[in-house]
């Protein structure tokens, strides 16, 4: 999903917003990717990676007036989001 | 200044390993130098199309409505009977539109043909001759004077034989030989020249060319032409003030037109009220379509390449396997290991983004000697390297935290 998005950033469609949007948005788009890895590897930089990426995608998306509480990646990463912080604390505290 | 060395120490080590394996370099950045070059090569025709295009609606007049007979764009049923018994504007229209429309900032009326003008031995074919009222140069962008002057109220007024002339039909009749005062022929009559129009070129986005033009004045080119001729294109053009958006402008165009004509309120209108923007937004839906391709073609090689960089990013992590256990056992850390992969990585990625650029500026300078009037714009140069940069992330940073994790003893008797 992240790799979709990722190349989504580089859209027509993105590049209307903004000229310098993609690159911010692709660099969230890496950020949450690499946050992916250290979930995948049970680790406690990979859920504060993610919460924080997916803050910045929204505020991003606030900023350049693309901002959806109904879409489909908004609703999947709230749910995500509330999975990791439950297994948070059995998570690895090293990098 | 510790974590400064430490990177400059992984960036050397980077170095060095695509050094080392030079060939395995080059073709797996093969991947995401296609790619960025497509990426780039399409955003930068259509910003330069773009930019073009924007140009010629400037000179069309972003604020310029045409009364015509045919509308410029048409729906899907197009009902062309409809149209063909319409009358054309008359210059009599023209002239209540700047009675009454109060809107309108300056209107012209145009109509012409296309003829031969010659002068002594020299002749130029398929020259646009047109007819033009005395506001015309207020309305259009497109009148730029280089040498001589614009026609006197007084030539208008009285049909005087005078004529502008553009750039290509002086230099295809007098081959840069001083043109002003001097007389040439066109549709059979002698014309003085008094001015000749800077080079302009041909506009996208309509069939106009005033390099290959000659403008005279209404009054005397009407003269010349069988003005009840249904197939000689006949324009109205109004400007609007300013403030006036052309909507507003359009409706009590509307309205005159449709009172001048006497028009009862169930009849359709019987004429076309066109804008710049209605061929300008023809164009942006099919650039839409061209970059979406474009993109989905870029889009799949970046991919692939990523996925290239990644095998040989494993690979490589597999080959060093021994060496990260020495270096694990000597005290490195394991954002040290991650760091000298993922440089590795993204040098890779890099190098591939910044050839894919380069590729891409020596077609916008092969274009541009060719007049074709390519951007390679600051932003699609900054999105390509982002591009690169971040794909070379992605694609570095499983195998390097797969590195950086390994353990030291079971790295060093590794036998790869």
């Not at chain 2, 700047?98 to 145009?110: L, Y």
Request: proline share 3%; charged share 15%; glycine share 6%.
């Amino acid at each position: 999903m992240v790799i979709l998005n990722f190349l989504i950033a580089f859209s027509p469609a993105i590049k209307k917003i903004n000229e310098f949007y993609p690159a911010l948005f692709s660099l969230v788009m890496c950020l949450q990717f690499i946050s992916m890895v250290g979930v995948w590897y049970m680790k406690r930089w990979g859920v504060e990676l993610f919460v924080a990426s997916f803050f910045a995608k929204d505020i991003l998306s606030v900023c350049m007036d693309d901002f959806s509480f109904t879409s489909v990646t908004f609703a999947i990463s709230v749910v995500l989001i509330i999975v990791l912080l439950f297994y948070y604390r059995s998570m690895d505290r090293n990098l | 200044m510790v974590p400064l060395q430490l990177f400059g120490e992984s960036f050397s080590f980077a170095v060095k390993a695509l050094v080392q394996n030079k060939l395995r370099s080059i073709l797996s950045l093969l991947g995401i130098t296609i790619g960025i070059f497509s990426i780039i090569a399409v955003f930068t025709f259509i910003d330069s199309f773009q930019l073009s295009l924007q140009k010629d609606v400037n000179n069309l007049g972003s604020n310029v409505i045409y009364v015509e007979k045919w509308p410029w764009t048409f729906g899907k049923d197009y009902p062309w009977w409809k149209y063909w018994d319409r009358p054309q504007p008359t210059m009599n229209e023209m002239d209540f539109i700047q009675k009454k429309c109060k809107s309108a900032e300056a209107s012209a009326f145009t109509f012409g043909t296309n003829s031969t003008v010659e002068y002594l031995n020299s002749s130029v074919d398929n020259v646009s001759v047109n007819g033009i009222s005395d506001d015309y140069n207020h309305v259009v962008n497109w009148v730029q004077i280089d040498k001589g002057r614009y026609f006197t109220p007084n030539e208008f007024s009285s049909g005087t034989n005078v004529a502008i002339i553009g750039c290509d039909v002086a230099s295809g009749l007098f081959n840069n030989q001083d043109v002003i005062g001097k007389y040439i022929k066109v549709l059979g009559r002698k014309v003085l020249v008094v001015a000749v129009m800077k080079k302009q070129g041909e506009s996208k986005l309509s069939n106009i060319n005033m390099d290959v033009s000659v403008l005279m004045p209404a009054n005397f080119e009407r003269t010349l032409l069988d003005m009840h001729n249904m197939w000689m294109p006949k324009v109205l053009l109004v400007k609007a003030k300013e403030g006036v958006t052309n909507a507003q402008l359009i409706s009590e165009l509307r309205g005159i037109m449709r009172s001048v004509r006497e028009l009862k309120p169930e009849q359709e209108d019987n004429f076309a009220l066109n804008e710049s923007s209605m061929v300008s937004k023809n164009f942006t839906s099919l650039f839409d379509i061209v970059a979406v391709i474009g993109w989905v073609i870029g889009g799949f090689s970046i991919l692939v390449g990523g996925i290239g960089i990644a095998n040989i990013m494993f690979v490589s992590v597999k080959e060093r396997t021994s060496l990260i256990g020495i270096q694990k056992s000597l005290g490195a850390k394991n954002y040290f290991i991650l760091m000298q992969f993922i440089i590795e990585a993204i040098l890779l990625s890099l190098i591939g983004g910044l050839l894919g650029i380069l590729v891409d500026g020596t077609a916008v300078l092969i274009g541009n000697a060719n007049d074709m009037g390519l951007v390679l714009t600051f932003s699609n140069v900054m999105l390509g390297i982002t591009i690169s940069v971040l794909i070379g992330l992605i694609s570095g940073f499983i195998p390097a935290y797969t590195a950086s994790q390994l353990d030291p003893v079971e790295a060093i008797r590794s036998t790869y």
